[in-house]
């Protein structure tokens, strides 16, 4: 035990006189062989939420012989990038300083405050150091000092996430059934949104006598337009996950032909003893599910579908996304690879509808046919 003591005393000393020789000289630029470096990061996340600073837990390793410095005129600076997934540079350079110095051969971990880009994507975070604020990085100068870099999926705020089960569970839908399906404040809004969205029915082949399907038909804001413009040759089958929003339906609506049955998240509850739809309907709907579940039920709606039926569905793209992201609250999804999915499921599209979201993001209204 007395050994061990000693060999800890002298170690202390041995390190002590290390760092008397190699302090780091704050005024004073660094060569090209102190800049070799290892950063690893240390659990990385999983997901981050956009517009949000995260602490992003860094190991250091001094590869090179002098120590670098945290603070003066020449302090080494950690430099945070984002890359979208296709590589393309997003937003400015960060940069950090060490919070301490880091001494060769005895490597550090930092938590270190980078902010997340505002929208959600897919991106990859790439981390270098700079002895100064628009200096070369390490990388650069010694190409054995590889910047890290981390791919991760920048989410919507968790504080936007929907559970719909939750929300018809605590909704008061006798008192304001228009407040739980869309940003309406007011019925009237719910109303005018419902007789605009039938205009954009008929201008894509709604007739009164149209047999249709809405899929995620909340509390009826289509059924409501429809009941007084369908014949007694039409139909409207309504369906919805949410057991509460068909019960009010079921209370609300009540043409014999009107039809509605709760769902599961990929099944539409309807099946050829139904009949065959002339247009199926999506609205505000693959908005809040995750992009293959928006595959699926593109798939289930094209198995209701009559020959010459068509699909409206709207979605929020955006080129940062690689297929989709986000959250039930908001889902995004990369416009392609939407098409690709539909292309697959033997589906032809195209838009019908360009609405601005953000400024990085659109909203399309697609319409979908049976290829030839
Ligand atoms: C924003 S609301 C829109 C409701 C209605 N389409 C409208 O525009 O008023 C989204 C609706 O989709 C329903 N929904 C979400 N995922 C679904 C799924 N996988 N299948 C059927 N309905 C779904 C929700 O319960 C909710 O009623």
């Known amino acids: 035990m007395f050994a061990g003591l000693k060999q800890t005393a002298v170690w202390r000393l041995v390190r002590g006189a290390k ?78 300083p060490l919070p301490s110095p880091v001494f060769p051969g005895e490597p ?17 975070l790439v981390l270098d150091l700079a002895q100064s604020l628009g200096g070369p990085h390490f990388s650069t100068c010694v190409p054995q000092s590889q910047p890290l870099r981390v791919a991760v999926p920048v989410q919507g705020r ?31 809004q719910y109303e005018k949104s419902s007789r605009e969205r039938l205009g954009m029915l008929v201008a894509n082949g709604l007739t009164p006598d149209s047999r249709v ?34 019960a009010f339906c079921h209370e609300t609506f009540r043409r014999r032909d009107f039809v509605f049955r709760r769902g599961e998240m990929t099944r ?24 293959d579940e928006s595959a699926l039920l593109l798939a289930e709606a094209k198995r209701l579908l009559a020959p010459t039926g068509q699909i ?25 690879h939407f098409l690709r999915t539909a292309d697959m499921l033997g589906l032809s599209a195209v838009v019908v509808g360009v609405w601005p979201w953000n400024p990085q993001a659109e909203r399309l209204m697609f319409r979908f046919r049976r290829k030839e």
């Open 19 to 96: 760092r008397a020789v190699l302090a780091p000289r704050h005024d004073t630029s660094l060569v090209v062989d102190d800049c070799r470096a290892t950063l690893t990061a240390v659990d990385p996340p999983i997901a981050l939420e956009a517009g949000r600073s995260h602490h992003w837990r860094i190991r250091f390793e001094n590869l090179g012989g002098t120590a670098w410095a945290s603070a003066g005129s020449h302090p080494v600076q950690v430099v945070a990038r984002w890359l979208t997934y296709t590589g393309q540079p997003f937003g400015n350079e960060h940069a950090v």
């Open 108 to 124: 550090k971990t930092f938590d270190i405050a980078i902010p997340t880009p505002a929208f959600v994507g897919d991106f990859t």
């Open 158 to 188: 968790r504080a936007t996430d929907i559970d719909y089960h939750e929300v018809y569970r605590n909704a008061n839908l006798a008192q304001n059934h228009w407040w739980v399906v869309g940003a309406y404040q007011t019925k009237e």
């Open 213 to 246: 399907l809405d899929i995620g038909c909340g509390t009826g804001q289509m059924a409501d337009a429809l009941q007084n413009y369908l014949s007694d040759r039409g139909t409207y089958y309504g369906t919805d996950i949410g057991e509460e929003a068909i």
């Open 268 to 291: 539409v509850p309807f099946g050829p003893e139904d009949g065959a739809f002339d247009l199926a309907i999506f609205f505000s709907v693959f908005t809040h599910t995750f992009i």
């Open 312 to 336: 409206l569905a709207d979605v929020i793209v955006s080129p940062l996304v690689e297929r989709g992201a986000g959250n039930r609250g908001e889902m995004i999804v990369n416009r392609e």
